[in-house]
């Protein structure tokens, strides 16, 4: 049977919106020594805006016509923002179907009868070839801002780039503060490019990992689970894998149905200073019962 401490906590952490699926998950987010968190929806409010819209080949209607098509059936928080602005601009989306995700890279669709993507500067320059020195330059340069910029092309060439901005969470830095009086580190892992993670990074005082693919992460968390416990945060668009791999997964944020099936745990309210107050739960349990 559940020892009565942990019982308890189980039904203390719930009324606080701290979700813990069983007792088992108590004992392992005792043991926490390091938090891994997916960057958009987690530690920023996944809420992006377009800042910058910057025509290539294409004038600016035709390149939110093209974006807002692509993105039409995306879940991701990129997409939303930019049928946002497609909208504020009194621009109609193109015809689209058969949209794709591409995990850490963007997203393809079939529109007005020609494939399009929607997707990270690396993606369309090293391994599509549609990023000519000049657009490399300038998503540069909007990157070094710590805007996430995406690249919008064709089969042959950018049509224009768009950036956009996630503001982190208003207590992020506080949450990554009372790990570290805890002894415990954090790293941020992101599919985003390593100059804005960079800044993103800097302005909350922890790691990061940057560029990274889905696998990637999973590998990451992976190679953190060797020094001790690693528990992961994120928002479940496409870091299902990573969720799993951790000792112990917790989601956060817009809360997919595939993040709840996959997580141990689910923190409500969406605050990154709850990652905290769960480990501070769960060793409090524990040592009750010690
Ligand atoms: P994060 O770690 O910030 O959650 P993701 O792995 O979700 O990042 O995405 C990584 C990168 O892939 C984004 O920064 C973007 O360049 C590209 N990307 C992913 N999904 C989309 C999308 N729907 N539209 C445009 N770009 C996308
Ligand atoms: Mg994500």
């Known amino acids: ?30 043991k926490i020594t390091r938090v891994a968190y997916d960057k958009t929806g ?6 992006p ?14 390149l939110l ?23 504020a601009e009194g621009v109609q989306p193109l015809p689209s179907s058969g949209g794709k995700a591409l995990p850490g890279k963007g997203v393809e669709a079939l529109v007005a009868g020609e494939r399009a ?59 990554i503060r009372q790990l570290k009086d805890l002894g415990v580190t954090s790293v941020m892992l992101t599919g985003d490019n390593a100059r804005t993670a960079a800044a993103i990074a800097g302005s909350l005082d922890m790691e990061h990992r940057a560029e990274l693919m889905p696998d990637d992460k999973v590998a990451e968390v992976r190679a953190m689970a060797e020094a001790g416990g690693v528990m992961m945060v994120g928002d479940g668009i496409n870091d299902a894998p990573a969720l799993a791999t951790a000792s112990v997964g917790v989601s956060m944020g817009s809360g997919t149905d595939v993040a709840l099936e996959t997580a141990d745990a689910a923190l409500l309210r969406n605050r990154v200073t709850d990652v905290a107050a769960q480990i501070r739960l769960a060793r409090a349990a524990m040592g009750n019962i010690r």
Do not use: C, N
């Not at 805006?49 to 035709?62: G, H, K």
């Not at 974006?67 to 497609?86: C, K, N, W």
């Not at 090293?126 to 070094?144: C, K, P, Q």
């Open 1 to 30: 049977s559940v020892p009565a401490s942990i019982a308890s906590a189980l039904s203390s952490g719930a009324r606080r919106g701290l979700l813990m699926k069983a007792g088992a998950v108590i004992e392992a987010t005792a």
């Open 42 to 47: 987690t530690l920023t409010v996944g809420r």
């Open 49 to 62: 805006q377009v800042t910058d819209v910057v025509p290539l080949s294409a004038d600016m209607p035709e």
């Open 65 to 87: 016509a093209v974006a807002a098509a692509v993105e039409a059936g995306s879940s991701h928080p990129l997409a939303e923002a930019i049928s946002a602005r497609a909208e």
């Open 117 to 175: 993507w929607v997707g990270s500067p690396r993606f369309a320059a090293a391994e599509m070839g549609v990023l000519d020195s000049e657009g490399i330059h300038r998503a540069t340069a909007l990157e070094e801002e710590g805007k996430t910029v995406v690249v919008v092309f064709r089969p042959r060439h950018a049509l224009g780039l768009l950036a956009l901005r996630d503001e982190p969470r208003a207590d992020a830095r506080e949450g």
